[in-house]
């Protein structure tokens, strides 16, 4: 079973397009990271959201932390070519002991593989 | 670039053998994570290390080994390879035990055949 379950899998828009992926947890994560991922490379952190409710905006990207901490969302307005990769999110695993929780430990979605079309 | 390197960046082993792969935390930071991360998955936590002690691991079998050296970097050890070894290996370090936010190098894809 996947802590984290992240839809949608896979999205192929086309450029200029507004689209939202979601990152969703029956458990309480005190923070959630999301980290965007191309071939071949390691993830790059974007953004930690910790506070319920929370609304970071990156650019033309939003982030949303739900109110009781255990989903959030990612909103792309305008998808450039650009932004293509995979897009993880990552919940902090500290209080997780069955995940190998100790400070620090991330617990990673699949991941939703954003394609955008020129 | 987040200044965490990892070495080497491809590598093809045989069933059986054993194999070795480094990383360099980026400066100024103590604690390093790695994760292993198979084909269309997420990264999934292997174990963490903090002044050279290890300070948690997941479900990996005990032929999956590390060490952190006293300058922070750090050395994953897996014996006795399996097919389903193979995946893209993730150092990342944090600037302290209390930051979740993790700097990632860039990977190191082991192929076992």
């Known amino acids: 079973t996947q802590l984290l379950e992240q839809s949608p899998q896979f999205l192929s828009i086309q450029e200029g397009e507004n689209l939202t992926v979601y990152c969703n947890s029956s458990?309480?994560?005190?923070?959630l990271q999301w980290y965007r991922q191309e071939p071949g490379e390691g993830p790059v952190l974007l953004v930690t959201v910790v506070t319920g409710g929370e609304v970071k905006k990156l650019k033309r990207l939003t982030f949303q932390f739900g109110d009781a901490r255990k989903d959030s969302s990612l909103h792309i307005t305008a998808a450039q070519p650009g932004d293509t990769g995979l897009y993880l999110c990552?919940?902090?695993?500290?209080?997780?002991?069955?995940?190998?929780?100790?400070?620090?430990?991330?617990?990673f979605g699949k991941g939703t593989k954003l394609s955008v079309k020129p | 670039e987040t200044g965490v390197t990892q070495s080497p960046t491809h590598l093809i082993k045989t069933r059986g053998q054993q194999v070795t792969l480094r990383c360099s935390s980026q400066s100024g930071h103590n604690t390093v994570s790695w994760y292993q991360q198979a084909l269309g998955q997420g990264p999934q936590f292997i174990f963490q290390?903090?002044?050279?002690?290890?300070?948690g691991r997941g479900n990996f079998p005990p032929r999956f080994s590390g060490l952190q050296f006293p300058n922070y970097s750090s050395e994953l050890n897996v014996n006795a390879l399996e097919l389903d070894d193979s995946a893209l290996y993730l150092c990342?370090?944090?600037?302290?035990?209390?930051?979740?936010?993790?700097?990632f190098g860039q990977g190191t894809r082991l192929t076992v055949v």
């Open positions: 290390y903090y002044r050279e002690e290890e300070n």
């Open positions: 990342a370090s944090s600037l302290a035990l209390e930051t979740t936010e993790a700097f």
């Open positions: 990552a919940g902090d695993g500290i209080h997780l002991m069955n995940y190998g929780g100790s400070q620090g430990n991330l617990i």
């Open positions: 458990s309480v994560f005190s923070s």
